[in-house]
């Protein structure tokens, strides 16, 4: 009864099983089915040992040698047919025992309930005076993200890799938040509404996005969000007109940077969008997120990529791989197969200067997470390209 799954046992009892049913109503009172249980157990092996002194006595009369004998002999007996080989069963099968078992064990309580309503008070009294907190029903405990995250592993037999993968990304949708998946703002593809009209009109003909950030002044400082369909027309005449394009611009939706996955994706859903703007604490533009971004975080990359978005490493002949400094480190960890330490940084290049805590140069090597690092090219104060190579093991420890 107590090795039973509970999450089964919900399962069958959901099912309208009625052994189930029954069985679930008994665990949701412990005190009173351990006490019937250990009632009726203690009744049963002092009453087997009271008739083995008794046959001893009628056979052998008052001989301690018979007596001593025959209390061991009935010791064992209890110990391997009453004790552990039931119990093994039980542990090994609780779901083919505990079923058939609760039509048993509820008349039992019901026939047991004076002396164990005694017998459990007086528990709950001496617990109380203890100051010990006791929660009978177990299915009452709620369960820790950590601990579904075992659960899941634990059901590596009953599912796919695949499935099992996409159901672990899920549960951690609720501690990433969208800071770690977005594409950075030096990365983002958008309009500047100053520009000439012919530039416009070549940017978004060769752009590889449907929506597109529209700006004036400076990238910052976006005014709009330019959906490619609906300047489809305008594109039909000769000279793009900057009034119009102004007047089909989408309302930008800004994104705290702190908000977790699944929030952010149950607020696309809710407003019927598919792309944030993501700022900071002080209302600075520091990315932008997509839905894509999210689901790619439950069910993998997608091969629908830009040419900008792809390229991101070269594996070279050494098996040292050559990296761009603005590479995610999640995407690297979750491609690569690499364990790179994930914290403030989100990109190698940010994990580096993390690190170094200075601007370094081409040519500088260091070592992070066992992992040696090379910078091979530096561009605008950040690094452009780095070698990494495998993973070192760590030394053994010495023993003095």
């Not at 969000?225 to 027309?233: D, G, Q, S, Y």
């Amino acid at each position: 009864m107590m090795a039973i799954n509970r999450y089964r046992l919900n399962h069958l009892i959901r099912k309208g099983n009625r052994s189930a049913k029954l069985t679930g109503r008994l665990l949701s009172k412990v005190d009173k089915l351990l006490g019937s249980i250990l009632f009726g157990n203690t009744l049963l092996n002092v009453a087997a040992a009271a008739v083995t002194n008794i046959v001893i006595l009628r056979l052998f009369g008052t001989n301690d040698l018979a007596i001593l004998f025959g209390t061991l002999a009935i010791t064992f007996v209890l110990l391997v047919f009453s004790e552990i080989m039931p119990k093994v069963i039980a542990a090994t099968y609780p779901e083919r025992v505990a079923l058939p078992s609760s039509y048993l064990l509820a008349p039992l309580i019901t026939l047991f309930h004076p002396v164990v309503s005694v017998a459990t008070g007086l528990v709950k009294g001496i617990l109380r005076i203890l100051r010990i907190n006791i929660q009978t029903d177990q299915s009452k405990q709620k369960m820790t993200l950590e601990e579904l995250r075992g659960l899941v592993l634990d059901a590596e037999h009953f599912m796919p890799r695949k499935h099992q993968k996409m159901l672990l990304n899920l549960v951690d949708l609720e501690r990433t938040t969208v800071n770690d998946v977005m594409i950075p703002r030096n990365q983002i593809e958008a309009l500047d509404i100053e520009a000439d009209p012919a530039e416009l009109r070549q940017q978004i003909i060769t752009c590889h996005h449907t929506l597109l950030p529209v700006y004036t002044d400076a990238p910052n400082n976006i005014i709009g969000i330019l959906h490619i369909k609906r300047i489809l027309p305008l594109l039909l005449t000769e000279a793009l007109d900057i009034a119009q394009l102004r007047e089909i611009l989408q309302e930008a939706y800004f994104v705290p940077s702190d908000t977790p996955l699944l929030k952010q994706l149950q607020q696309f859903q809710e407003r019927h969008v598919r792309m944030g703007l993501v700022v900071d604490e002080y209302g600075e533009l520091l990315g932008l997120v997509t839905l894509e971004n999210i689901l790619e975080e439950i069910v993998g990359d997608f091969t629908t990529q830009s040419p900008a978005q792809t390229g991101k490493f070269l594996r070279q002949d050494d098996g040292s791989l050559l990296l761009e400094g603005s590479s995610s480190l999640r995407d690297l960890n979750r491609k690569l197969g690499l364990h790179l330490p994930l914290g403030e940084a989100k990109t190698l290049n940010g994990l580096i200067l993390e690190h170094l805590q200075d601007i370094p140069e081409a040519g500088t090597s260091l070592k992070i997470g066992n992992y040696p690092i090379e910078i091979i090219q530096t561009q605008d104060r950040a690094v452009k390209v780095a070698r990494l190579f495998p993973a070192q093991p760590s030394p053994p420890l010495q023993r003095e």
